[in-house]
């Protein structure tokens, strides 16, 4: 089943006040592309990007959610080619794969 397209409006409902995500400098979102990655706490943020393993050093960094979710934000995920992006996703241990959550940006209209 596919989830529906998500507005600015309903991500922002949907969003906790204070949103982190992970970065190798401290400003650019890590996405493993179509998914981007946002977490309620900086800590599962961090635990997240251990369990991935992919070799990056990454780390956390927290924003209020008015100051990081705006068109502009959306605008550059969606040129970057981040389609839907994980809320609190966590690791399968078994499979490795990567499940939560997953809200799907609605096009530009």
């Known amino acids: ?7 600015m409006k309903e991500l922002m409902d949907v969003l906790p006040p204070r949103i ?25 943020a961090e635990s997240f990007a251990l369990a991935m393993g992919n070799g990056e050093e990454l780390f956390a960094v927290g924003l ?27 690791i399968d241990p078994t499979s490795g794969d990567v499940f939560g959550k997953i809200l799907r940006l609605a096009p530009l209209t």
């Not at 089943?1 to 507005?7: Q, W």
């Not at 190798?24 to 890590?30: H, L, V, Y």
């Not at 959610?65 to 605008?75: I, S």
Request: hydrophobic share 35%; glycine share 8%.
């Open 20 to 44: 982190w995500y992970l970065t190798s400098n401290g400003q650019d979102m890590w996405c493993k592309r179509p998914y981007g990655f946002l977490f309620s706490t900086g800590p599962s």
């Open 64 to 90: 209020d959610v008015g100051n990081l979710m705006n068109d502009q934000m959306l605008a550059g995920l969606r040129d970057s080619a981040v389609t839907r992006l994980f809320l609190d996703p966590a």
């Open 1 to 7: 089943m596919t989830e529906p397209d998500v507005t």
